[in-house]
């Protein structure tokens, strides 16, 4: 009796963990610490066209840092590589909850394919 009980609360906590589990690891808004410029009320006005064009820009600047062994640059130039990422992606209706889903989705594709990440 006593055993069967047990078994009983110890499936009770692997569900609720399971679950509490899930929670925890959905992406909420509130966590996306990068987000694309609200381009009009930071005066810019740019087409998808123009940040293309600045993304191609930034990638340079990005290889130029790296060559130089600039890497206080390096770093600036990869995050605004980045930020004209994301300000392509939103000018073109993708959804920041995509964008951040995708994530994980490249971390399990990175995985499959026998990759293994530092730390």
Known sequence: M??????????LMLILNFFLGVK???IRKENYN???LDL????????LFD???????????FTQAILKCDYDNAIEEFWDSIQT????????GIRMEDIYAGLEKHKLKM????NIFKG
């Open 40 to 47: 009009k009320k930071s005066g810019i006005n740019a087409t």
């Open 34 to 36: 990068l987000k694309p």
């Open 51 to 61: 940040e293309l064009r600045k993304c191609d820009e930034e990638n340079a600047e």
């Open 111 to 114: 995985i499959k394919r026998g």
């Open 24 to 26: 925890s690891n959905e």
């Open 2 to 11: 006593i055993i069967g009980v047990g078994v009983y609360l110890i499936l």
């Open 85 to 92: 990422k994301l300000n392509c992606m939103d000018m073109s």
